[in-house]
């Protein structure tokens, strides 16, 4: 054992700790984590302790905003993973044997190829419910839908692309009067990555037993997002590792990722009223500029709802999605006989980055799932744009945006003519 | 059709784009990134194709320091993940009705609980190498596990905890004869998260199909990590989504992360060799000067080779894990009859960092899972600390650090006597 005489040879901890390189006292925690400001939170020292608490209070923000239990609240590396995780997971905590799932077909890719997988490698029965040509789903079809082997039903909060914000609500009641009935559990989960700007996300209103979003879409880091996950939910993890994140899901948590996610969140939350009201005048606005330029000739804009009408493909542009249940960000068109993707690439010759499908899906079919689902009759050649509006846009941006599209259109009018 | 007036009174985009808040031009594409200066790198408007070429950037610069082609890097959430993609990947693109796996019962939870959740559920066979006494995996062990169902072969780089460096490359021969002879082609993987910061990485001369590490082991941004995964491995996708990473693993990625990420690994390439030195020199000083604190009592201390020893239990310290093919920053000893966890907390009461066991698997057992495979004779009251060295680390912090051990030491004394 020691000799007692060393013990006054120590200097005092103060004076040395203050002295070192790392101030905060001797790190020798480097195959932890190499940098001791962001010590390991699974740690038992101080500094990992320290980083615990920073990690539980982020999670506490975030599920106060939520008005969840903070054991609800799951960190993940983003919504893809977090719609992985809710599906994949309930999937393998499911006693059916064929458990069956019902969705939509405007969902964003990761819960779609979740479907197609489990669908074609028999893992499951999927229902892919029809959006509606407004872009709306009608919670009739997932009243239909539901079966005795239902486990889950996945419809997303807000559509990305077309901005159509599906009527949560009364599907929740749909589920849950099944549910009374017949004493069934089926949960119900939503991907509301692109709603968290804008839409309440308080989860007992919305009825969810689980809900994705991702810190980036809410101006927070990339890299991190949540699956909020209602206490008693039957689910399993679908990586393995260590018991983080109340066993569901494995990995070290980036902490300053959780805080950055927390902080966004909370501004989020502060600013949402004003800032929705701010945007849907933006909007409609841009909307009513677009109309002015397209209506000096030709019919009447068409909007997607009376798409039936024979002479939509005569239109000069179509509004894509429900105009009244709509993001406050969100203009989608399409105009016959332009390539999305052009437009894109002449706007963004212009300064002007506008979108043309989900960057999820680039190059592997040429027009987008979502506007193909809305509209059987779109053809290849027919283009759509989003304009995604946000935080530093404002009516200035709107009328130069307007102007640089009219001269594109312009300049594509000769293409344009040909083939009409 | 626009009017062609309306082009006369265009501002011209320079004028505009300078003056407005963005300073890029018009960002109109919120819904795919909130946050313009990290631009979805999936978008084809020219801050996304920004955002693309800096993500391809750092790949590109991640592969040559991996002597790789760019398109074997896949950018993951961190080691955890890339071990279940790994690990998960090749299980999905097995042919075989049940593949046989063959790993060690050392490696990092991540790896292990993969394995155990796999021969539980019947979903493969899976053969648990046992590490030897000091911590070395046996190749000849290896070479008897391989059988005619065998896809894939998973031993650790270095152990995170006992430090112990594995020998890849004979494991490797071992392998690639076996492939030869039988027509076979098991694969090889490597958890090399410990190791990145002092082995060389280079993956042909490693002789591996895939290698998992994460950035914030080498002084990296947490929250991202690597999968190397070599041309024409099979293997599949555990998550699914958009078609990002090679269609590997969906998800936008995060650019910023990616930058730090690879700008970290290539400065501790830079350094690796220096690095190296200084820390085995201290790493050596700090052994030298713990077996002087507990020379002045007691039987000489014993070795974990060594653990056959009668004597064994009557040691003052025992180092844990082979002294020669050993991290240059590890330093793992169990003191017998003083608890690990109680060791830490009074280090961190004096300003001292260290760590009991791995932080992945805090509070689930007593003793650490990879000091109790190294010695079946373990008690559950004796506890292993572990020092982890770091590019702050100095001399005069492993002095003051082992004269704080020995207060520490003479103060459990009372405890510890009682016990003996």
């Known amino acids: 054992?020691?000799?007692?005489?060393?013990?006054?040879?120590?200097?005092?901890?103060?004076?040395?700790?203050?002295?070192?390189?790392?101030?905060?006292?001797?790190?020798?925690?480097?195959?932890?984590?190499?940098?001791?400001?962001?010590?390991?939170?699974?740690?038992?020292?101080?500094?990992?302790?320290?980083?615990?608490?920073?990690?539980?209070?982020?999670?506490?923000?975030?599920?106060?905003?939520?008005?969840?239990?903070?054991?609800?609240?799951?960190?993940?590396?983003?919504?893809?993973?977090?719609?992985?995780?809710?599906?994949?997971?309930?999937?393998?905590?499911?006693?059916?044997?064929?458990?069956?799932?019902?969705?939509?077909?405007?969902?964003?890719?990761?819960?779609?190829?979740?479907?197609?997988?489990?669908?074609?490698?028999?893992?499951?029965?999927?229902t892919f419910v029809e959006a509606e040509q407004n872009g709306m789903i009608d919670p009739e079809k997932i009243r239909k839908a539901l079966k005795p082997n239902t486990v889950l039903v996945?419809?997303?909060?807000?559509?990305?692309?077309?901005?159509?914000?599906?009527?949560?609500?009364?599907?929740?009641?749909?589920?849950?009067?099944?549910?009374?009935?017949?004493?069934?559990?089926?949960?119900?989960?939503?991907?509301?990555?692109?709603?968290?700007?804008?839409?309440?996300?308080?989860?007992?209103?919305?009825?969810?037993?689980?809900?994705?979003?991702?810190?980036?879409?809410?101006?927070?880091?990339?890299?991190?997002?949540?699956?909020?996950?209602?206490?008693?939910t039957p689910i399993r993890k679908i990586m393995f590792g260590g018991d983080h994140e109340f066993g569901l899901r494995p990995g070290t948590e980036s902490v300053i990722l959780a805080l950055g996610l927390a902080e966004a969140l909370t501004f989020t939350e502060k600013i949402k009223i004003k800032e929705v009201k701010r945007l849907v005048k933006l909007r409609d606005y841009f909307f009513t500029e677009l109309h002015k330029i397209?209506?000096?000739?030709?019919?009447?804009?068409?909007?997607?709802?009376?798409?039936?009408?024979?002479?939509?493909?005569?239109a000069k542009f179509i509004i894509n999605g429900d105009l009244k249940n709509r993001l406050p960000n969100n203009v989608n068109i399409t105009i016959p006989n332009i390539p999305g993707d052009l437009l894109v690439i002449e706007l963004s010759a212009r300064g002007i980055m506008a979108s043309a499908k989900s960057a999820c899906k680039m190059g592997d079919e040429k027009a987008s799932y979502v506007i193909k689902a809305i509209d059987k009759n779109i053809r290849e050649t027919d283009g759509s744009i989003r304009f995604s509006l946000g935080r530093a846009t404002t009516k200035r941006d709107i009328i130069y945006t307007v102007k640089v599209l009219s001269q594109i259109l312009i300049k594509l009018k000769k293409w344009y003519t040909q083939h009409t």
Chains 1, 2 share one sequence.
């Open 154 to 232: 996945s419809v997303m909060y807000a559509n990305g692309e077309i901005g159509t914000i599906e009527p949560l609500h009364a599907i929740g009641k749909v589920i849950r009067h099944y549910n009374k009935i017949n004493s069934r559990k089926i949960l119900f989960h939503t991907d509301a990555t692109q709603a968290v700007n804008y839409l309440p996300i308080q989860v007992a209103k919305l009825g969810v037993d689980l809900m994705s979003f991702s810190s980036s879409k809410f101006y927070g880091p990339k890299g991190i997002g949540i699956l909020y996950v209602k206490k008693n």
């Open 1 to 126: 054992m020691p000799k007692s005489t060393d013990k006054t040879r120590i200097i005092h901890p103060h004076t040395y700790l203050k002295s070192n390189k790392i101030g905060v006292g001797i790190y020798l925690d480097y195959a932890s984590s190499a940098n001791p400001e962001c010590a390991n939170p699974g740690a038992i020292h101080s500094l990992g302790v320290r980083e615990k608490n920073k990690l539980e209070n982020a999670r506490k923000n975030v599920a106060a905003i939520l008005q969840s239990q903070s054991s609800e609240v799951i960190f993940t590396s983003g919504s893809t993973e977090s719609n992985n995780l809710a599906i994949l997971g309930v999937l393998n905590a499911a006693k059916e044997k064929i458990p069956h799932f019902i969705t939509t077909n405007i969902e964003h890719s990761s819960v779609l190829e979740i479907f197609k997988y489990l669908e074609e490698h028999k893992k499951a029965e999927v």
């Open 294 to 314: 397209f209506s000096s000739e030709g019919p009447t804009p068409v909007v997607r709802g009376r798409a039936q009408d024979k002479k939509f493909h005569e």
